[in-house]
Nanobody, 124 residues
Framework: QVQLVESGGELVQAGGSLRLSCAAS????????MGWFRQAPGKEREFVAT????????YYADSVKGRFTISRDNVRSTVYLQMNSLKPEDTAVYYC?????????????????WGQGTQVTVSS
């Protein structure tokens, strides 16, 4: 099976930046569509960003568009989320997800594997 491990979450001031990483197991990582989701206390899990197998297509939630960038390194089997101009409302547990199809998706039910999450806290 595919194993995903997120890292990079921490406490940061509003306006600051963080880079989250998601390391994946498996030789077929390059064929997976990947995504980032987040969940704040008392809120439902929401879509953040997705990227297709070749990194030729990306898509972002309106709330993060222009501030966040998703990327991937298929040689290292890692997906990243660069987070700039962070706001307190970005505070959440961030989850990496993989789907066993090459295209990306904004729907959580279309993903097959999930990481354990990493906490991002943005102070005001």
């Amino acid at each position: 099976q595919v194993q995903l491990v997120e890292s990079g979450g921490e406490l940061v001031q509003a306006g600051g930046s963080l880079r989250l990483s998601c390391a994946a197991s498996g030789r077929t990582f390059s064929s997976y569509g990947m995504g980032w989701f987040r969940q704040a206390p008392g809120k439902e899990r929401e879509f953040v960003a997705t990227i297709n197998w070749s990194a030729g297509f990306t898509y972002y939630a309106d709330s993060v568009k222009g501030r966040f960038t998703i990327s991937r390194d298929n040689v290292r089997s890692t997906v990243y989320l660069q987070m700039n101009s962070l706001k307190p409302e970005d505070t959440a547990v961030y989850y990496c997800a993989a789907r066993l199809r090459p295209s990306g998706s904004s729907r959580y039910e279309e993903y097959d594997y999930w990481g354990q999450g990493t906490q991002v806290t943005v102070s005001s």
